[in-house]
T-cell receptor, first 112, second 109 residues
Framework: KAGVTQTPRYLIKTRGQQVTLSCSPISGHRSVSWYQQTPGQGLQFLFEYFSETQRNKGNFPGRFSGRQFSNSRSEMNVSTLELGDSALYLC???????????FGPGTRLTVT | TQLLEQSPQFLSIQEGENLTVYCNSSSVFSSLQWYRQEPGEGPVLLVTVVTGGEVKKLKRLTFQFGDARKDSSLHITAAQPGDTGLYLCAGHGNYKLTFGKGTLLTVNP
């Protein structure tokens, strides 16, 4: 069974631009979560989707948004990029609510 | 706010040594997971513990969940260079994982 895939793996953007990251969960998994990882803050929860519904959202500004499609694939969008948004963005999928999560390799975003 | 604190933050040991890393929480989670992450990759799930007092063994790794389900430990026996990585504990609840900041383990040959 294929794992969680994320595209692109690396991205360089300029301040003020926007970016869209994509995540394809493990086949059959309906829950997709997004996390931001930085050296200073560690892994921080962004949001979780289950059957196209956002069920929980972390403490991030409204510039961070996401969505999930009917095939469980998910995207997250960051608008008006800031230097502090440079991070590894990780997507994780799980079979059911409150179940074990499996992570993708992440998208390394650099904002210059 | 639920917090997970991990200690030590950094650990550098020689091959063959034993080690223990700790994860302590300010509150109870429905389950606790341990992950290992290598540079540039996503965390890989090692184990999930659910029941207070639970002990799970995975080859040379032993995981314990405290009776009150607020703390956990990971013990590695006879560490090998391949054990090098960032060890993260995460508490599961309310449709999300809350992570500790991790223990960065280096095992020198």
């Amino acid at each position: 069974k294929a794992g969680v895939t994320q595209t692109p793996r690396y991205l360089i953007k300029t301040r003020g631009q926007q970016v869209t990251l994509s995540c394809s969960p493990i086949s059959g998994h309906r829950s997709v979560s997004w996390y931001q990882q930085t050296p200073g803050q560690g892994l921080q929860f962004l949001f979780e989707y289950f059957s196209e519904t956002q069920r929980n959202k972390g403490n991030f500004p409204g510039r961070f948004s996401g969505r999930q499609f009917s095939n469980s694939r998910s995207e997250m969008n960051v608008s008006t990029l800031e230097l502090g948004d440079s991070a590894l963005y990780l997507c994780a999928s799980s079979l059911l609510a409150d179940y074990e999560q499996y992570f993708g390799p992440g998208t390394r975003l650099t904002v210059t | 706010t639920q917090l997970l604190e991990q200690s030590p933050q950094f650990l550098s040991i020689q091959e063959g040594e034993n080690l223990t890393v700790y994860c302590n929480s300010s509150s109870v989670f429905s389950s606790l997971q341990w992950y290992r992450q290598e540079p540039g990759e996503g965390p890989v799930l090692l184990v999930t513990v659910v029941t207070g007092g639970e002990v799970k063994k995975l080859k040379r790794l032993t995981f314990q969940f405290g009776d009150a389900r607020k703390d956990s430990s990971l013990h590695i026996t006879a560490a090998q260079p391949g054990d090098t990585g960032l060890y993260l504990c995460a508490g599961h609840g309310n449709y999300k994982l809350t992570f500790g900041k991790g223990t960065l383990l280096t095992v020198n040959p």
